[in-house]
T-cell receptor
Framework: AQSVTQLDSQVPVFEEAPVELRCNYS??????LFWYVQYPNQGLQLLLK??????LVKSINGFEAEFNKSQTSFHLRKPSVHISDTAEYFC??????????????FGKGTKLSVKP | GAGVSQSPSNKVTEKGKDVELRCDPI?????LYWYRQSLGQGLEFLIY????????KSGLPSDRFSAERTGGSVSTLTIQRTQQEDSAVYLC???????????FGEGSWLTVV
């Protein structure tokens, strides 16, 4: 069975510091990986995704994540965070793309709190 | 519409009553999903529609939960005889094709008192 583990439920960090939000998955088949972000009182928004090709994927607002198959990880990083990055971040896995139901399995989320 | 639209945004209901939550997906999106977000449980998959049929209902927590989709568009999630543990945010999402990028609505916050 597929599962997603986000090891940190909360990550406090100061503005302009680097941050890493960890995500590990478990699957016996090929996976497709996603990071979603939920800002306070808003819905989920796709931040970035890995489907195939380059294992390093980037978002438009400076986040990046690297798919590491051997470590079954898809950690999210940003070299310098801003207060506006304060949100809850969800890692998700889909164990098939285009052929299955597209069901996303989510981790429990990591609350990133950026302090001035 | 521009995005996935859900109604009501907030609903308070008495234990034992039935509730209906509505989702209007992005125009042209054939796949529609319902998820539930609650404290301590994270995001749980409930049901998936491709067109009007539901090939995956595996996440529905009990037979009090049902969903339908008509015209390949609007979907309704119905919870019968609500219980306090049903309190959660119910999120609807849609995608252009099964497995493509999934876009979420802002959710319906259900509180059962």
């Amino acid at each position: 069975a597929q599962s997603v583990t986000q090891l940190d439920s909360q990550v406090p960090v100061f503005e302009e510091a680097p941050v890493e939000l960890r995500c590990n998955y478990s699957s016996s088949v090929s996976v497709y990986l996603f990071w979603y972000v939920q800002y306070p009182n808003q819905g989920l928004q796709l931040l970035l995704k890995y489907l195939s090709g380059s294992t390093l994927v980037k978002s438009i607002n400076g986040f990046e994540a690297e798919f590491n198959k051997s470590q079954t990880s898809f950690h999210l990083r940003k070299p310098s965070v801003h207060i506006s990055d304060t949100a809850e971040y969800f890692c998700a896995v889909s164990f098939s793309y285009g052929g299955s139901q597209g069901n996303l399995i989510f981790g429990k989320g990591t609350k990133l709190s950026v302090k001035p | 519409g521009a995005g996935v639209s859900q109604s009501p945004s907030n609903k308070v209901t008495e234990k034992g009553k039935d509730v209906e939550l509505r989702c209007d997906p992005i125009s042209g999106h054939t796949a529609l999903y319902w998820y539930r977000q609650s404290l301590g449980q994270g995001l749980e998959f409930l049901i998936y529609f491709q067109g009007n049929s539901a090939p995956d209902k595996s996440g529905l927590p009990s037979d009090r939960f049902s969903a339908e989709r008509t015209g390949g568009s609007v979907s309704t999630l119905t919870i019968q005889r609500t219980q306090q543990e049903d309190s959660a945010v119910y999120l609807c999402a849609s995608s252009l094709l099964s497995g493509n990028t999934i876009y979420f609505g802002e959710g319906s916050w259900l509180t059962v008192v």
